[in-house]
Structure formats: structure tokens, C-alpha cells
């Protein structure tokens, strides 16, 4: 089966709370080669251009605010069933609901500030990645 990529973020939380490299070593004990990654800080209006499926949302403001808070890590990832797979790694959204052994059920504060995010399909990982980085800065 052919390797394909989605894209992640490590969230404010997640770095605030000294967590990036125990994230990132388990992305890549999972299997996942980083294609891409940087540090950098989203802007209030690249936030709310990234999160704007959910400009209706009673939730959108605060997520925005929450984005912006502090510096993130925005990475693309390869694997095979990378979007799938990575899905799983990082656990439900609610860390009281995640599995064991997840990302989520180990750094995650809670359903808003949840450490990490992941793609939710093909083309949104493609979307997401072509956001964050340009053509050279992927590998």
C-alpha cells in the first residue's frame, strides 16, 4: 500500500505544558516520517482562516483565542493510512473518553485544550498542509 500524509499541530497547551518532544516522539514511534514541521505562532486572522468550517459555531471564538495564545508546531506526517492511523494515535477529542495509550488520554487537558490536532480526512490533510507550509519546505 502507497504511504500517504496528513497534517497535525501540536496546540498552545501541549507546548505550554512541556509536552512537544514526548508528542513527537510518539508520532514517530508510531511510524509516521516528519515531511514537514516548524514552530511558529498563528495570527489571529490565519486562525481564523484555518478554523473557519467552524465560524458558526458557539465554540469559534474561544478556539481562536485559544490558537493564538501561544506558539504552535505544525508538522505533515507520512505513513500509510497516515490520516486514519494518526487519528487513532491522538485519541477522541475528549481526553476522558480517549483510549489508553493515546496522545490525547496523556497530555490533553481537557475537550478545548486537547494537546493536538489532526486531519479528518485526505483532502483536508492536503488543505491543511498547503496552509501552513509552501512546496519547499516539504520533504
Same mark, same amino acid.
Given at each position: #500500500?502507497?504511504?500517504?500524509?496528513? *497534517?497535525?499541530?501540536?496546540?498552545?497547551? =501541549? &507546548?505550554?505544558?512541556?509536552?512537544?518532544?514526548?508528542?513527537?516522539? #510518539?508520532? $514517530?514511534?508510531?511510524?509516521? %516520517?516528519?515531511?514537514? #514541521?516548524?514552530?511558529?505562532?498563528?495570527?489571529?486572522?490565519?486562525?481564523?482562516? *484555518?478554523? /473557519?468550517?467552524?465560524?458558526?459555531?458557539?465554540?469559534?471564538?474561544?478556539?481562536?483565542?485559544?490558537?493564538?495564545?501561544?506558539?504552535?508546531?505544525?508538522? $505533515?506526517?507520512?505513513?500509510?493510512?497516515?490520516?486514519?492511523?494518526?487519528?487513532? &494515535?491522538?485519541? @477522541?477529542?475528549?481526553?476522558?473518553?480517549?483510549?489508553?495509550?493515546?496522545?490525547?488520554?496523556?497530555?490533553? %487537558?481537557?475537550?478545548?485544550?486537547?494537546?493536538?490536532?489532526? @486531519?479528518?480526512?485526505? %483532502?483536508? =490533510?492536503?488543505?491543511?498542509?498547503? *496552509?501552513?507550509?509552501?512546496? /519547499? %519546505?516539504?520533504?
Amino acid at each position: #500500500m502507497a504511504k500517504n500524509r496528513t *497534517f497535525t499541530m501540536l496546540k498552545p497547551d =501541549a &507546548l505550554e505544558n512541556g509536552h512537544m518532544g514526548k508528542i513527537i516522539d #510518539m508520532i $514517530i514511534q508510531a511510524g509516521f %516520517e516528519i515531511k514537514a #514541521m516548524k514552530f511558529t505562532r498563528l495570527s489571529t486572522e490565519q486562525a481564523r482562516k *484555518f478554523y /473557519e468550517v467552524h465560524a458558526e459555531r458557539p465554540f469559534y471564538n474561544e478556539l481562536v483565542a485559544y490558537m493564538t495564545s501561544g506558539p504552535i508546531i505544525a508538522a $505533515i506526517l507520512e505513513k500509510e493510512n497516515a490520516v486514519s492511523d494518526f487519528r487513532a &494515535l491522538i485519541g @477522541s477529542t475528549d481526553p476522558a473518553e480517549a483510549a489508553e495509550g493515546t496522545i490525547r488520554k496523556a497530555y490533553a %487537558e481537557s475537550k478545548g485544550r486537547n494537546a493536538v490536532h489532526g @486531519s479528518d480526512s485526505d %483532502e483536508n =490533510a492536503e488543505i491543511e498542509g498547503r *496552509f501552513h507550509f509552501s512546496v /519547499e %519546505e516539504i520533504f
